[in-house]
């Protein structure tokens, strides 16, 4: 006799299956699981061979017609109200996680949660998604961005690349100091002397802007304060031994150069070392290179970048860095939104003011600009609508601004406070390993 006999053959329970789902033991209508044909239960009545039935199920009785199932015996019941109702109920005490690996199993989708339960499954995925993203994400980051467990562990990874290496105890020792300011009082005052560095740099920078430090020479060049200079000089001599001694002491050069905190250590220093080299170019191609002392002007505007080196010492400019990163989708969203608001309101500005000639909205362009600082909330006030229509336009460009900006920052601010709340922990943490 074979398998599609026995499951089709006639008698008084031939209108049954046996299921028994880690020892719940239930007897199933066939036209209760026919409903839903695409479903695990559903497909197991189509079967015709041995191989076919254990491809679904995990063992199968074929005199007592009992198809065992080792899944969890308690969900089964949902399963079970699934066929009757055709709606599915999210089980209490079971991670969301299980659970859909659970309605995946049984061939059930997600479109089948009852309403009650779907907005409550959405937060959950969601909120599980971040955490592990979160967790995905500490696996990758550098070691200078913070000690959570994980990267305690990366930590004692790192330590162990030390052994066999060249002056492995000097490096080991070095490396916990510059990367872990709490590591031993030498460590906070080298923590100190950076940060005291960054910011004097950062102070001198903003001086030399100033009208009373400008000087030039005879030909009328623009050249440097000789002060700053020497400030100059000392902050990205430091800076450089710095970086320096760090990658020296790395357990690993490829790993450190991908850290993102370090490549910003990099750029900090990078422009001053151009300029030096197209200084000496500009000296001996004068003539021939009159573009070069605008690209030394640009390059050392990019010593802007040392307020960056901050976020080495400054838990509230890691906290923007990881919320940043893990709300994309919200900026995205914060994006588009603004993208289409401006879109339409610059186009409906310039319809209603085109005709004005005392307005200055008179283009598209113009009327993206006025509608950018409008929903923005920011109003410059430098363009206007004038006629009433364009008031009334504009009105509603600022209410809509309001209103677009204030939808996904909760998410973002929520996510900020968890990640700063987060980085106060880990640092407050044991330093000690």
Same mark, same amino acid.
């Given at each position: 006799m074979v398998y599609g006999q026995i499951l089709h053959r006639h008698?008084?329970?031939?209108?049954?299956?046996?299921?028994n789902v880690g020892g719940f033991k239930r007897r199933v209508e066939h036209d209760v699981l026919k409903r839903f044909p695409q479903t695990r239960l559903g497909r197991l009545l189509c079967? +015709?061979?041995?191989?076919?039935?254990?491809?679904?199920c995990d063992d199968f009785s074929p $005199?007592?017609?009992?198809?065992?199932?080792?899944?969890?015996?308690?969900?089964?019941?949902?399963?079970l109200n699934f066929y009757l109702t055709g709606k599915i109920h999210l089980m209490e005490g079971l991670c969301v996680v299980s659970f859909s690996q659970e309605i995946e199993y049984w061939g059930i989708k997600e479109r089948h949660l009852d309403y009650c339960c779907s907005g409550r499954f959405q937060e959950l995925r969601e909120f599980a998604e971040d955490e592990d993203w979160e967790r995905k994400s500490d696996e990758r980051?550098?070691?200078? $961005?913070?000690? $959570?467990?994980?990267?305690?562990? $990366?930590?004692?990874?790192?330590?162990?690349?030390?052994?066999?290496?060249?002056?492995?105890?000097? +490096?080991?020792n070095m490396w916990l100091r510059l990367e872990n300011p709490g590591y031993s009082a030498s460590?906070?005052?080298?923590?100190l002397a950076s940060l005291g560095v960054v910011v004097l740099s950062i102070v001198a920078m903003c001086i030399h802007s100033m009208p009373d430090f400008h000087h030039t020479d005879l030909n009328d060049k623009e050249i440097e304060d000789p002060v700053l200079a020497v400030f100059e000089n000392i902050c990205v001599l430091f800076f450089s031994v710095e970086f320096l001694v760090r990658l020296a002491a790395a357990p690993s050069a490829c790993k450190f150069l991908r850290g993102p905190l370090n490549l910003i250590d990099f750029v900090s220093v990078l422009p001053f070392y151009t300029t030096l080299a197209l200084d000496g170019v500009d000296k001996g191609e004068g003539?021939?290179?009159?573009?070069?002392?605008?690209?030394?002007?640009?390059?050392?505007?990019? +010593?802007?970048? +040392?307020?960056?080196?901050?976020?080495?010492?400054?838990?509230g400019l890691r906290s923007l860095g990881a919320t940043l990163r893990h709300s994309f989708r919200e900026v995205g969203l914060l994006v588009l939104f603004l993208s289409v608001g401006i879109s339409i309101f610059s186009v409906l500005v310039y319809f209603v003011e085109k005709e004005s000639p005392e307005s200055e909205l008179h283009t598209i362009p113009i009327g993206w600009?006025?509608?950018?600082?409008?929903?923005?909330?920011?109003g410059y006030g430098d363009t206007c609508p004038v006629t009433l229509a364009g008031k009334i336009v504009g009105t509603?460009?600022?209410?809509?601004?309001?209103?677009?900006?204030?939808?996904?920052?909760?998410?973002?601010?929520?996510?900020?406070?968890?990640f700063y709340q987060r980085q106060k922990a880990i640092e407050v943490g044991p330093c000690h390993h």
């Open positions: 008698g008084p329970d031939d209108c049954f299956i046996n299921v079967c +015709r061979s041995k191989e076919s039935i254990l491809e679904l $005199s007592d017609m009992e198809f065992y199932f080792d899944r969890n015996p308690n969900f089964f019941c949902y399963v980051r550098s070691q200078s $961005s913070g000690l $959570s467990s994980e990267e305690l562990s $990366s930590l004692e990874t790192d330590l162990e690349m030390f052994e066999g290496s060249w002056c492995a105890d000097v +490096r080991r460590a906070k005052v080298i923590a003539a021939e290179l009159e573009n070069v002392g605008k690209v030394v002007q640009i390059l050392r505007l990019m +010593r802007v970048f +040392r307020i960056l080196k901050l976020a080495r010492h400054s838990v600009w006025w509608a950018t600082i409008s929903m923005t909330t920011v509603l460009c600022i209410i809509c601004g309001l209103l677009v900006v204030a939808l996904p920052i909760t998410n973002i601010f929520n996510k900020f406070s968890k």
